[in-house]
Each structure stands twice: as structure tokens, then as C-alpha cells.
Nanobody, 127 residues
Framework: QVQLAESGGGSVQTGGSVRLSCAAH?????????MAWFHQPPGKEREAVAG????????YYADPMKGRFTISQDIANSTVFLEMKNLKPEDTGMYFC???????????????????WGQGTQVTVSS
């Protein structure tokens, strides 16, 4: 079992930056093959934002986030980060961390392939 805990959300103005953290507990971090961040805008479906293959540190991003968001990991502390810059009001919403230990070769953005989820952290971007 893997437990995930997000932190770092808050309120920022347009153009601001936020860094989210997701700490993984339980199983060894090395059993996790893929970590990802998902964004759920108010009243909308959850969407994939960024992912990272933990063993090789290959990173993936949804097109709207390329150049603005950066996903990274601290293996020693079993933590994944999402650095968000040049934030826009449409980036507002809940951000969820997700992990998978199986189905590792499914496309990174496949939500159903992630078995473990955090509770989410709110990010609000005001204009």
C-alpha cells in the first residue's frame, strides 16, 4: 500500500508561482514506477498535468503546462514535486498526486492506471 500526502497549495495572483509536494509513505518508493499530478478545475473533470517515470526520471506534460510546470522527485525522501510558474486563472482547482506500482507501461496520463491517490491540495489563481 502507498499513502500519498500533498501539500503546498494556496492562493496566488496571475503570473505567480506555487510549488506542490507529494510525500509517499508505506511501500518503498522504489516499488512505484510512475507518479503523476492531476488537476480538477471547479465543476470539471480531473485531467492529467504531469508525470514522471521514477526509475529513469522521464517526465511528461500536458500541452497547456509545457514550459510552465516542472515535475521532479526526491527519491531519498520519497517525494514528488510540481513547480508551477506563470499561473493563470484556469489553473485554479484541486491538484491530486497519484502513484502506480503496476500497469507501468500504460500512457502516463491514463487516470484509471493509478491505484493510489492523495486527498488533493487547492490552488487558487486570481486575476
Amino acid at each position: 500500500q502507498v499513502q500519498l500526502a500533498e501539500s503546498g497549495g494556496g492562493s496566488v495572483q496571475t503570473g505567480g508561482s506555487v510549488r506542490l509536494s507529494c510525500a509517499a509513505h508505506g511501500q518503498s518508493y522504489h516499488t512505484i514506477c510512475m507518479m503523476a499530478w492531476f488537476h480538477q478545475p471547479p465543476g470539471k473533470e480531473r485531467e492529467a498535468v504531469a508525470g514522471i517515470y521514477t526509475s529513469v526520471e522521464h517526465t511528461y506534460y500536458a500541452d497547456p503546462m509545457k514550459g510552465r510546470f516542472t515535475i521532479s522527485q526526491d527519491i531519498a525522501n520519497s517525494t514528488v514535486f510540481l513547480e508551477m510558474k506563470n499561473l493563470k486563472p484556469e489553473d485554479t482547482g484541486m491538484y491530486f498526486c497519484a502513484a502506480r506500482t503496476t500497469d507501468c507501461w500504460f500512457t502516463w496520463s491514463t487516470e484509471s492506471a493509478y491505484k493510489y491517490w492523495g486527498q488533493g491540495t487547492q490552488v487558487t489563481v486570481s486575476s
